[in-house]
């Protein structure tokens, strides 16, 4: 997302300087003062360019790189990544224009680093805690951050994560690794994000409430609750202060001070809570209960109402609300989408889309005219407050998580795969940039897992991502 080869050893090394020696004997008898004049000549010349390859070959001379926008870095060459011990660090052995060479790296998650940035040849691997490495490291990243996306499976030590964190062109999703912050891999459920993508909530099943204030990269588990529960929906108001969670076939919790204190809601009853959406606010909330009814609440959870006006009970699975919160959409696993123009207060059934669809997610823009929605098989897109639905060029995918910018033009999903039995298998992230016309496949999260939920700052520039057992995934810049 190894390369073979080794770098300054065995045949075609550098010759030292001390070996690169010219000598010339006194012409022999019967040549011509002319022709020793010649000999002379050729072996200073032949002398000279011997010593200059010596030295461009030097572990550590040449040019300093160039991060001059437009330089274009080409595919590297194979060099080795099987030292037996850890060579010694020599941040930059060489630049030209065709490459970046760094040598004495130690640290895998630095070799998957730079094997995927393009023009970048390892010839070992470099460790965090190496004299020189996170200078040697930033040289080499400001190289490529103009002429290329990079992309990390795996950040193993704070130090390394910060760095990388410098760079804007860092566009990528980062995987938190095991032991980072949040511990071995968990059963996520959902994730929300405050507008501007710095505070984060994501919540475990059977587990506790995880929050973050700096995007993702150090988290809390939240234990003032007290023992594990089966967590499953959660969202979060513009400003990460108010938040809201809810237990599966239990009861719902809000807080309003970023998670700190907890207050268990007022309905009495447990319930299949399965979706909560709310008003940037974080006034005026929507909870959907799975094979049950629509709930309301307009003082940020401290009193809910239930809504039967749409008759039976059904298979509520997820909900997206407006800014403002006045316009409200849900779908049905096995039914159809209802939307909503005044807050719940009535609902409209759509049947645009022909006969009932195995929805799976949902998601509106700020203004909630465009909307996006997942089944277990497309992504359907509507630009007049679901008035009515087309289906996009999606891939045929289990559409888990959607979610919109706030124009309604930037979107991203996760997505579990089919296989020709209709099994669940794991897949990747999917992104758009012309409003779900086209969707491409984040392949920088390596191999494919079991996503959950994906969240986001309003323009979505920073992503974060959770599935089963696995960790955090995120995406800073």
Known sequence: MAMQGEAMRGTGAPVPLHMCRCTYAPA??????RWTAVLVVVAVVVCAAIIVTCVLLIPGSGSEPSGVPGHELLPSIATSLAFAAPVELSSILRVQPEQVVVT???????????????????????????????D??????????????????????????????????????????????????????????????TKLVAVVFNGNIWTSTNSGATWVERTSIGATKEWYPVASSSDGSKLVAAVYGDRIYRSTDS???????????????????????????VALVFNGNIWTSTDSGVSWVEDSSIGATKNWCSVASSSDGSKLVAVVAGGNIWTSANSGGSWVQDTSVGAAQSWESVASSSDGTKLVAG??????????????????????????????SDTGLELVAVALQLDQYGALLPGRPYTSNDGG??????TSVGAPKQWRSIAGSSDLS??????????????TA
């Not at 022999?28 to 003062?33: A, F, M």
């Not at 207050?263 to 709310?278: E, L, N, Q, R």
């Open 28 to 33: 022999r008898t019967g040549i011509s003062q």
């Open 104 to 134: 004495g790296v130690t640290s895998a998650g630095t070799r998957k680093l730079l094997q995927q940035a393009r023009g970048v040849v390892v010839s070992g691997y470099f460790a965090a805690d190496e004299s020189g490495t996170v």
């Open 136 to 197: 040697a490291l930033l040289k080499t990243l400001r190289v490529i951050e103009d002429n290329g996306r990079m992309a990390v499976t795996r950040v193993n030590d704070r130090a390394m994560l910060s760095v990388l964190l410098q760079f804007s062109n860092f566009g990528s999703l980062v995987n938190v690794a095991s032991g980072v912050s949040v511990g071995a891999s968990k059963a996520w459920r959902h994730v929300a994000s405050s507008s501007d993508g």
């Open 259 to 285: 998670s700190v204190s907890w207050t268990i809601d007022s309905i009495g009853a447990t319930k299949v809570w399965y979706s909560i959406a709310g008003s940037s606010d974080g006034s005026k909330l």
């Open 375 to 404: 089944t277990r098989t497309q992504i359907c897109m509507s630009t007049d407050l679901g008035g009515s639905w087309a289906a996009s060029a999606s891939p045929t995918m289990w559409w888990k998580s959607v979610r919109s």
């Open 437 to 442: 016309g086209t969707w491409v496949e984040d």
């Open 462 to 475: 920073k992503l974060v991502a959770v599935g089963d057992l696995i960790n955090i995934w995120r995406v």
